[in-house]
Structures are given as structure tokens and as C-alpha cells.
């Protein structure tokens, strides 16, 4: 059975309290709200980002989402207000790490090789 799409999924304290952060980080509202302790945001590219209310996992997770300029990526959230973490380029990749309120990792990543997924 072929598998048509992927969820990156983090979990937070208090969905109500998370819910502003993240969409100022995504600049929109979710565009799901599947239950009342979950909000998803889709992407143009395919996949969705789930974030829901699970007090005993909040801060575990990390999710990687894909861009086509991490500069822009860097300046968005710059004048969001939102803290800056660890910044690394290869010849491969350009990666830029935030943590969101409750301890999440998201890093935004921007290929430079076409052979990575996008």
C-alpha cells in the first residue's frame, strides 16, 4: 500500500497559549482544527506540520520544514520576534534552528543540492 503524504507532529503544553506563536511562525491560521486539542497548517509542496495539546510529550519534538531562501526565512522570523538559534551551511544544505515555547527543535532548511528532498 503506497503511502500518499506525511504529518510532522509536535506536541505542546497548552494548545490555546501555542496557537498565537505558531501562527505568527507560519504566518496564518491553521487551516484544520480536526479536535479541539489539535491545529494543522498545509504546505504548497505537500505534507502538513500538526500541532496538539499532549502536556507529557510537549518539548520533545523536532521538525525539519523546507524552504527556497533561508535569508527571507531568517528576516520572517527576525521580525516576528522570534529568538534565532544555531545557523549552518554545507555544501548541501542551509539550516537555521528555532525552538518554539514549549522546547520544540524546528529548523528551516533551504537545499542547495537538487538531490535533496525538498
Not at 527543535?105 to 535533496?116: E, K, L, N, R
Request: proline share 7%; net charge negative.
Amino acid at each position: 500500500m503506497p503511502i500518499r503524504n506525511a504529518l510532522a507532529s509536535l506536541a505542546v503544553t497548552d494548545l490555546d497559549s501555542a496557537l498565537p506563536w505558531y501562527e505568527r511562525l507560519l504566518g496564518r491560521p491553521a487551516d484544520s482544527r480536526p479536535m479541539a486539542e489539535v491545529a494543522e497548517w498545509k504546505f504548497e509542496g505537500g505534507g502538513w506540520l500538526q500541532v496538539y495539546q499532549r502536556p507529557k510529550r510537549a518539548g520533545l519534538g523536532s521538525v525539519t520544514l523546507a524552504v527556497t531562501d533561508i535569508e527571507a526565512q531568517q528576516r520572517w522570523l527576525e521580525a516576528c520576534g522570534i529568538n534565532l538559534g544555531e545557523q549552518s551551511a554545507g555544501p548541501k544544505v542551509k539550516t537555521l534552528m528555532i525552538t518554539d515555547p514549549a522546547g520544540n527543535h524546528i529548523a528551516f532548511a533551504q537545499a542547495i543540492d537538487p538531490g535533496i528532498a525538498q
